[in-house]
């Protein structure tokens, strides 16, 4: 974890830092998953809260969870407090994910933070559309989506996320990658996209803080206006309907 990044957000007077998809363990790092896991509640996590106790800021890190026995792509958040406020595991795999992790098997994952509802999930996962929607008929205002999305993808940072955020009707924080690592080229492009497409941030390829305000209020707002989620027809929605 960067201490001195930290120490910029807390002066600039932030809340709650989001770092990419397995920022504390490295993502492409293969078999060294199985060396560098560990519990929810281990050293990773020891260390993370005490930068979270010096700088005052939430902190949402993604690492390597073992537990119990099986590996996991997971997220947690941490309070200015250094508690524990929510523990996530990537439910959807991508590519060789699949060789290295377990599917995480609870679906909404969700915390408070100064009366904000936020959700998590973890890259692959923003690429369904069901777990967005999931989260906003859960009551997640803001969703966090830490990720390592790699080139030639970059169109998911730059159309499909701005999409999620409209068809659900909530904010949402796309937290990349960058560089280069053990062959995988990260496209950058973190951002944070208000319910009607507003585009709040947006980074480039290269490491950097982008500092960005929510106001909760605006979700009620732009649903009143972008009545998707109220128009849908649920009647016809049937979870195991035939034709």
Same mark, same amino acid.
């Given at each position: ?18 770092? @990419? ?6 993502? =492409?790092?293969?078999?060294? %998953?199985?060396?560098?896991?560990? *519990?929810?509640?281990? *050293? ?14 939430? $902190? ?7 537990? @119990?026995?099986? @590996?996991? =792509? ?5 309070? !200015? ?5 929510? =523990? ?7 590519? +060789?994910?699949?060789?290295? +992790?377990? *599917? ?6 969700? +915390?408070?933070?100064?009366? %904000? ?9 923003? &690429?369904? @559309? ?30 499909? %996320? ?22 995988? &080229? ?8 208000? *319910? ?17 305000? $929510? ?6 707002? !732009?649903?009143?206006? =972008?009545?998707?989620? !109220? ?13």
């Amino acid at each position: 974890m960067d201490r001195v990044r930290h120490l910029q957000a807390a002066d600039a007077g932030c809340r709650i830092v989001v770092t @990419p998809e397995m920022s504390v363990t490295g993502y =492409n790092i293969g078999a060294a %998953v199985a060396e560098r896991a560990e *519990p929810a509640d281990g *050293p990773i996590f020891q260390a993370v809260r005490e930068i979270a106790r010096d700088t005052g800021i939430a $902190i949402v890190y993604g690492y390597a969870e073992m537990a @119990p026995g099986k @590996p996991y =792509n997971s997220v947690q958040v941490v309070d !200015s407090t250094g508690q524990s406020l929510a =523990n996530y595991r990537k439910t959807h795999l991508y590519g +060789f994910d699949r060789d290295l +992790f377990t *599917p995480g098997e609870q679906w909404i994952t969700q +915390f408070e933070l100064d009366g %904000v509802t936020c959700g998590l999930l973890i890259c692959y996962d923003i &690429e369904f @559309p069901e777990n967005a929607r999931a989260h906003a008929d859960a009551g997640t205002q803001w969703l966090v989506v830490p990720t390592g999305l790699m080139e030639p993808w970059s169109f998911v940072a730059t159309h499909i %996320v701005p999409a999620r955020a409209y068809e659900s009707q909530l904010f949402l924080s796309y937290v990349n990658r960058t560089g280069v690592e053990n062959g995988l &080229e990260y496209c950058g492009l973190s951002c944070t996209i208000a *319910p009607d497409t507003t585009e709040l941030s947006r980074g480039g390829k290269a490491e950097q803080l982008l500092i960005t305000h $929510i106001d909760p209020a605006a979700v009620a707002v !732009s649903r009143a206006i =972008n009545t998707h989620l !109220s128009d849908r027809r649920r009647d016809l929605y049937q979870e195991n309907q035939t034709r």
